[in-house]
Protein backbone atom coordinates (compact mmCIF):
# COMPACT_ATOMS: atom_id res chain seq x y z
CA UNK A 1 0.00 0.00 0.00
CA UNK A 2 1.12 3.24 -0.96
CA UNK A 3 -0.16 6.77 0.64
CA UNK A 4 0.00 9.83 -0.99
CA UNK A 5 0.16 13.49 0.66
CA UNK A 6 -0.34 16.67 -1.74
CA UNK A 7 0.67 20.12 -0.62
CA UNK A 8 1.28 23.38 -2.05
CA UNK A 9 -2.73 24.56 -2.95
CA UNK A 10 -3.55 27.58 -2.93
CA UNK A 11 -5.36 30.72 -4.14
CA UNK A 12 -3.17 32.64 -6.71
CA UNK A 13 -3.44 35.28 -9.29
CA UNK A 14 -3.47 34.50 -13.23
CA UNK A 15 0.24 34.69 -14.42
CA UNK A 16 1.94 33.52 -10.69
CA UNK A 17 2.78 30.58 -10.43
CA UNK A 18 2.70 27.47 -7.81
CA UNK A 19 4.60 24.40 -6.81
CA UNK A 20 2.64 21.41 -5.54
CA UNK A 21 4.36 18.33 -4.06
CA UNK A 22 3.48 14.79 -3.21
CA UNK A 23 4.81 13.05 -0.08
CA UNK A 24 4.60 8.88 -0.79
CA UNK A 25 5.11 6.44 2.02
CA UNK A 26 6.48 3.68 0.43
CA UNK A 27 10.13 3.30 0.52
CA UNK A 28 10.19 2.37 -3.16
CA UNK A 29 9.13 5.11 -4.68
CA UNK A 30 11.92 5.47 -6.97
CA UNK A 31 10.03 2.28 -8.66
CA UNK A 32 6.75 3.90 -9.40
CA UNK A 33 5.85 6.07 -12.14
CA UNK A 34 3.82 9.59 -10.74
CA UNK A 35 1.41 11.04 -12.40
CA UNK A 36 -0.75 14.66 -11.65
CA UNK A 37 -3.96 14.47 -12.43
CA UNK A 38 -6.59 17.70 -11.78
CA UNK A 39 -10.25 17.61 -11.38
CA UNK A 40 -12.27 20.98 -12.14
CA UNK A 41 -16.12 21.54 -11.11
CA UNK A 42 -18.84 19.56 -13.42
CA UNK A 43 -15.98 17.92 -15.28
CA UNK A 44 -14.18 14.85 -15.37
CA UNK A 45 -10.69 14.50 -13.85
CA UNK A 46 -8.01 14.51 -16.60
CA UNK A 47 -4.35 13.99 -17.32
CA UNK A 48 -1.79 16.68 -16.26
CA UNK A 49 1.23 15.14 -16.71
CA UNK A 50 3.44 11.51 -15.46
CA UNK A 51 7.26 11.02 -14.60
CA UNK A 52 8.30 7.10 -15.21
CA UNK A 53 10.90 5.90 -12.61
CA UNK A 54 13.00 3.73 -15.45
CA UNK A 55 14.11 6.94 -17.09
CA UNK A 56 12.86 10.10 -15.29
CA UNK A 57 10.67 11.04 -18.66
CA UNK A 58 7.89 13.10 -18.21
CA UNK A 59 5.21 13.66 -20.66
CA UNK A 60 2.37 16.72 -20.39
CA UNK A 61 -1.57 17.33 -21.45
CA UNK A 62 -1.18 19.71 -24.56
CA UNK A 63 -3.00 22.53 -22.11
CA UNK A 64 0.00 22.74 -19.86
CA UNK A 65 2.63 21.85 -22.05
CA UNK A 66 5.38 24.55 -21.48
CA UNK A 67 4.22 25.93 -18.60
CA UNK A 68 3.98 22.94 -16.03
CA UNK A 69 6.98 20.81 -14.90
CA UNK A 70 6.92 17.77 -13.17
CA UNK A 71 10.01 16.35 -11.29
CA UNK A 72 10.98 14.09 -8.55
CA UNK A 73 13.39 13.32 -5.57
CA UNK A 74 13.49 9.53 -5.09
CA UNK A 75 15.76 10.19 -1.91
CA UNK A 76 12.92 12.47 -0.24
CA UNK A 77 10.18 9.83 -1.33
CA UNK A 78 8.48 13.10 -3.26
CA UNK A 79 7.08 14.28 -6.93
CA UNK A 80 6.55 18.12 -7.05
CA UNK A 81 4.18 19.56 -9.88
CA UNK A 82 6.22 22.92 -11.27
CA UNK A 83 3.48 25.55 -12.27
CA UNK A 84 3.79 28.63 -14.09
CA UNK A 85 1.69 30.91 -16.00
CA UNK A 86 -1.39 29.62 -14.48
CA UNK A 87 -4.63 30.41 -15.70
CA UNK A 88 -8.14 30.52 -14.46
CA UNK A 89 -8.47 27.22 -16.22
CA UNK A 90 -5.96 25.91 -14.45
CA UNK A 91 -8.18 26.34 -11.58
CA UNK A 92 -8.65 22.72 -9.83
CA UNK A 93 -8.50 20.01 -7.18
CA UNK A 94 -5.24 18.32 -8.36
CA UNK A 95 -4.17 14.92 -7.77
CA UNK A 96 -1.21 12.95 -7.35
CA UNK A 97 -0.82 9.25 -8.42
CA UNK A 98 1.30 6.53 -8.32
CA UNK A 99 1.90 3.17 -10.19
CA UNK A 100 4.11 0.64 -11.47
CA UNK A 101 3.01 2.41 -15.20
CA UNK A 102 1.32 5.01 -15.50
CA UNK A 103 -0.10 5.65 -19.07
CA UNK A 104 -0.13 9.37 -20.61
CA UNK A 105 -3.15 10.96 -21.32
CA UNK A 106 -4.97 8.38 -19.50
CA UNK A 107 -6.34 8.63 -15.91
CA UNK A 108 -5.79 5.16 -14.13
CA UNK A 109 -3.62 4.52 -11.23
CA UNK A 110 -3.48 2.37 -8.66
CA UNK A 111 -2.60 4.76 -5.34
CA UNK A 112 -4.08 8.51 -5.25
CA UNK A 113 -3.41 11.29 -2.89
CA UNK A 114 -6.50 13.30 -1.55
CA UNK A 115 -6.00 16.23 -3.25
CA UNK A 116 -4.91 19.74 -2.93
CA UNK A 117 -6.94 22.63 -4.36
CA UNK A 118 -5.47 25.52 -7.01
CA UNK A 119 -7.26 28.69 -7.74
CA UNK A 120 -6.53 30.77 -10.02
CA UNK A 121 -7.87 34.14 -10.08
CA UNK A 122 -7.89 36.89 -13.35
Known amino acids: QVQLVESGGGVVQAGDSLRLSCVAS????????VGWFRQAPGKEREFVGV????????YYADSVNGRFTISRDNAKNTAYLEMSSLKPEDTAVYYC???????????????WGQGTQVTVSS
Open 97 to 111: AADRAIIPRTTTAQY
Open 51 to 58: ITWSQGKS
Open 26 to 33: TRTFSIYD
